[in-house]
């Protein structure tokens, strides 16, 4: 009997320190993975965030719109000698399942996950609970404005922090030009800019199948002419697999 995804060969283009479990993922369905990282996680240290990090204690919430940014945030902390004692004091925001992982293996568990991973409606859900209190952003430089403009909106009291930033990987251009001239059946967009980099490198919005992991990443692949998008209804790794599945029963 085969595997789901026996012998289709699908393109990583999410950052190398996640390719490899998605690619495990993909393996154990009898899939190919072609891993091409298009995008670079670098965290940021700069005087703002270390003036923010002194006024901690005044946060009630801390908002968490990335797993990356959960890293470079307590990354922060450890070399600033911050003590995680402040922390569990905190109100935790999560926008999906994956960042609230990312948080348990510091020790913290998120109060509050919106339904949908999207910061739509993290904003929308978010305003159902006790939202008294400052709240700080965790945010890398590529972050949607949709929650600091909700919040304005509401006048509440906020601030951010930007703590990574988000790189085309430009010497993998000639790489990924040269693979998309081998056969390949799916190719897999973790975030808007895996999107914009594939676009940049690659100049044209390929025909095969794009999966995209959630509702923003599809927009942005929508905006850049990409005619064949299938979308994750969980917005996981997981999600994206099953959505191939789907995708290759209806054949």
């Known amino acids: 009997m085969s595997l789901p995804l026996q012998g289709k060969k699908i393109i990583i283009t999410r950052e190398q320190n996640k390719a490899s479990v998605f690619a495990e993922k993909i393996r154990a369905n009898g899939g190919i993975p072609i891993i091409i990282p298009l995008l670079k996680i670098s965290c940021k240290d ?3 965030n270390r003036n923010i990090l002194s006024q901690l204690d005044r946060f009630r919430w801390v908002f968490f719109t990335s797993a ?3 890293h470079c945030f307590f990354q922060m902390l450890h070399r600033y000698q911050v003590p995680m004692e402040i922390m569990q004091e905190k109100k935790i925001a999560a926008v999906g399942v994956k960042t ?5 293996s510091y020790g913290i568990t998120a109060d509050f996950i919106p339904t949908i991973y999207n910061a739509e409606t993290m904003a929308e859900e978010f305003l159902e609970n006790d939202v ?3 709240i700080l952003l965790v945010r890398g430089n590529l972050s949607r404005d949709v929650l600091p403009r909700v919040f304005s909106q509401q006048g509440m009291d906020f ?3 930007e703590v990574y930033e988000t790189i085309p990987m430009v010497e993998n251009e000639e790489k990924l030009r040269n693979i998309l001239q081998e056969p390949y059946d799916f190719i897999t967009f973790t975030s808007p800019s895996a999107a914009d980099a594939f676009y940049q490198f690659a100049g044209i919005a390929v025909e095969k199948p794009c999966v995209s992991i959630g509702t923003t990443t ?3 692949l929508a905006q850049l002419g990409f005619p064949n998008i299938i979308t994750a209804k969980e917005f ?3 999600g994206m697999i099953e959505c191939m599945k789907q995708f290759l029963e209806k054949e």
């Open 236 to 238: 996981t790794i997981d």
């Open 46 to 48: 700069e005087a703002r």
């Open 159 to 161: 601030d951010w922090v």
């Open 68 to 70: 990356n940014g959960a």
């Open 100 to 104: 609230g992982e990312s948080l348990e």
């Open 218 to 220: 599809e927009k942005r």
């Open 132 to 134: 008294s209190g400052p």
